[in-house]
């Protein structure tokens, strides 16, 4: 699989919003200047047929009325389907009015975005033979939050999304082959990941190859000065295949 970091910062950071895209089709995630990431990337909106949204929260899922937008001027055809927490439509929907007043129904009629809301998904076919599997994680205050893990032709990603280091994080890494995790800041927080808690991570998991994700610039920088065998800090636009 191609695994292409779109964006790889937090809220704050000089690099985008984390989001990662998978075989130029699969998109985790839709924050705040995705789309237009993406295009400046030489990507084709109409080539992602299926997205994740982990939670609904801005930098997560706030580039969904442009991705509307995008495929309302251009006319695409094609289908995407974009899964995520109960209430999702409902909130895009309100984001969407406040955005641009009167035009939801209008861009939506023409944009056809197909939102698939769930509370639990386990083992799901959304076409290519990638298969779906949600884990609810520990994201401070907002629930739910979730994880994924991505399976194709018999290799497995994971995704933490936004998470405290908790049960969930550990049945990821386990069950992947390769894990994108969150590593907001230099130590544990309620909502977050740090430093700390993925030196432990690839510790625990020696054999297992971890990739961060939604970085400070602060805990990039020092956790490249770790060199961490199984760990990869990776930048915008950085492309690995496993």
């Not at 995008?70 to 695409?76: E, G, L, P, S």
């Not at 629930?143 to 893990?149: E, N, S, V």
């Amino acid at each position: 699989m191609k695994i292409e970091f779109v964006g790889t910062g937090s809220i704050g950071a000089t690099q985008s919003s984390s989001s990662t895209l998978i075989d130029n089709k699969l998109l985790i995630d839709m924050g705040n200047g995705i789309i237009k990431k993406l295009k400046q990337t030489g990507h084709q909106i109409k080539d992602i047929e299926n997205c994740l949204i982990t939670h609904l929260h801005g930098d997560h899922f706030g580039d969904i009325p442009f991705l509307m937008l995008d495929r309302f001027f251009y006319k695409i055809e094609t289908p995407i389907h974009i899964y995520g927490p109960k209430g999702m439509e409902k909130t895009v929907k309100e984001l969407f009015d406040i955005l641009f007043p009167g035009d939801y129904e209008t861009v939506q009629e023409i944009a056809k975005i197909d939102f698939i809301e769930f509370e639990e998904m386990k083992n799901v076919n959304i076409g290519d033979e990638t298969y779906i599997t949600s884990y609810e994680v520990q994201h401070g205050k907002l629930q739910p939050a979730y994880g994924y893990i991505a399976e194709k032709d018999n290799q497995k990603i994971g995704f933490s999304g936004d998470s405290c280091y908790c049960e969930a994080i550990d049945i990821i890494v386990k069950q992947s082959d390769f894990s994108i995790l969150d590593m907001s800041w230099m130590e544990s927080k309620k909502a977050h990941m740090g430093l700390e808690d993925i030196l432990k991570i690839t510790q625990t998991y020696p054999d297992k190859r971890i990739a961060t994700t939604h970085m400070q610039d602060y805990t990039r920088e020092q956790a490249k000065k770790q060199n961490i065998k199984n760990l990869i800090i990776p930048d915008d636009g950085e492309i690995i295949e496993i």
